[in-house]
């Protein structure tokens, strides 16, 4: 029974070796010039072959052990065989894993420099200077304030000459010459075209518009400078100034 328990641990041992065998190769075939990673395939190698002996010898001795006496010196001299078969191969796995250390350390060192990635490129961010930014933040609100107000004096112009609702749009100041001037004012309009109408200051807008008389007089195109003022949360217009009338 120990000697059939030893033919199966040399066996498997044998199977070991030649696993590690060919991995060794792989790796050699990967590194391809490096002495130390073929000087293991040679050291694996003769392990391998050692051991594989050394199985046969032990089923051999279990095969003889029926025989007549004169077998003993026969035992005795493959015993002695396996002795130095032992001698080889703790000579061969010593050096296999000698090989192995150094063969690991720069297989694992050349894995870590070819996967070592590159540092990343930084481009530099060119920032604003503060000026800069202070002028576009600020000047944000009041283009959009100043659309606001050109919009409101283009709506305002495509109500007239609908009094009822263009009295509420006008400001104090221009409500002092009283409702009935401005429907008089308006009576004699039958429509008006607006041809643009643009801020020019957060306050004032300049529009261009042609007035259509009922009466089938010229319809001249005029040019008032207007100033919009808050009052009760909404816009009104406070003041009218002709700049030209063609």
């Known amino acids: ?121 930084i481009e530099p961010r060119l920032t604003p200077p503060p000026s800069s930014t202070t002028t576009t933040t600020s000047t944000l609100p009041r283009a959009a304030a100043n659309e606001d107000i050109a919009r409101f004096v283009t709506g305002y112009y495509r109500l007239m000459p609908d009094t009822q609702a263009g009295w509420p749009l006008i400001g104090p100041n221009l409500q002092r010459r009283g409702l009935s001037d401005y429907e008089a004012h308006w009576g004699r309009i039958s429509a008006v075209d607006v041809h643009s109408a643009s801020a020019t200051s957060a306050k004032t807008v300049r529009v261009r518009i042609t007035l259509h008389y009922r009466d089938g007089r010229p319809s001249p195109t005029e040019t008032h400078e207007l100033t919009v003022v808050p009052r009760d949360g909404q816009l009104r217009i406070d003041a009218d100034t002709l700049l030209s009338a063609k």
């Open 1 to 121: 029974m120990k000697r059939a328990g030893s033919v199966w641990i040399w066996s498997l041992l044998g199977a070991v070796i030649a696993a590690a065998l060919g991995t060794t190769i792989n790796f050699a075939t990967d590194l391809k010039t490096n002495f130390l990673a073929w000087g293991l395939v040679v050291a694996f190698t003769v392990a391998t072959g050692l051991i594989s002996g050394i199985s046969q010898v032990l089923a051999r001795r279990d095969g003889d052990g029926a025989k007549s006496a004169g077998t003993t010196n026969v035992y005795n001299f493959q015993r002695s065989q396996v002795n130095v078969w032992l001698v080889f191969l703790i000579l061969g796995v010593s050096g296999s894993l000698l090989a192995a250390i150094f063969v690991g350390v720069h297989f694992a060192g050349s894995l870590q420099t070819a996967g070592t990635p590159l540092p990343a490129v």
